[in-house]
């Protein structure tokens, strides 16, 4: 399985004043493709299939209007995944598998209570939407919410990033 990452910026110019080093942010999604997802993901069949994944930074405003349309919280959040059901025709296309919002105000925020860089904030709720765009849900039951954990702090791992940062062993908006 080949994962791909495309980057959307709609709050770019924003961002970058917040975070200067946000080719870092860049270059540790791009790693992520790289990542060998079937490890810890071992039911996973795409063998040469490439997944195609949007990563959106977005504003609060959007991502509220996105949390409150598509699962009813009327709130924003962090970060949200949507799935798609593409099949042979739609590949054709190129449209995404996945789209993967997430709330540049909202990641800053959480960076600085939780103690850490915002491109390391961001870089965990990559890793939390591209889990959920590969079929995780820790909502579902205490055992796939370890599960995704413990996937999780491997990406990190992978990343050279230290599990302290894990999105799931915080209390968050989840």
Do not use: W
């Amino acid at each position: 399985m080949k994962l791909i990452i495309n980057f959307i910026h709609h709050s770019e110019n924003h961002l970058r004043e917040k975070c200067p080093e946000i080719r870092t942010f860049h270059n540790r999604v791009k790693k992520l493709e790289k990542f060998p997802y079937q490890t810890i993901i071992p039911d996973f069949t795409l063998h040469n299939l490439s997944l195609r994944f949007q990563l959106i930074l977005d504003n609060e405003e959007n991502i509220h209007r996105l949390n409150k349309t598509y699962r009813k919280k009327d709130h924003p959040t962090d970060v949200l995944t949507f799935v798609y059901d593409n099949d042979v025709v739609t590949q054709k296309n190129k449209l995404p598998d996945a789209e993967i919002y997430i709330c540049d105000s909202i990641a800053h925020k959480q960076a600085e209570e939780n103690h850490h860089s915002l491109v390391d904030e961001l870089t965990l709720l990559a890793v939390h939407g591209i889990l959920h765009g590969l079929g995780m849900d820790h909502e579902s039951s205490p055992q796939e919410r370890e599960r995704m954990n413990v996937a999780e702090n491997e990406i990190l791992a992978f990343l050279n990033l230290p599990k302290t940062i894990s999105l799931l062993t915080k209390t968050s908006n989840l």
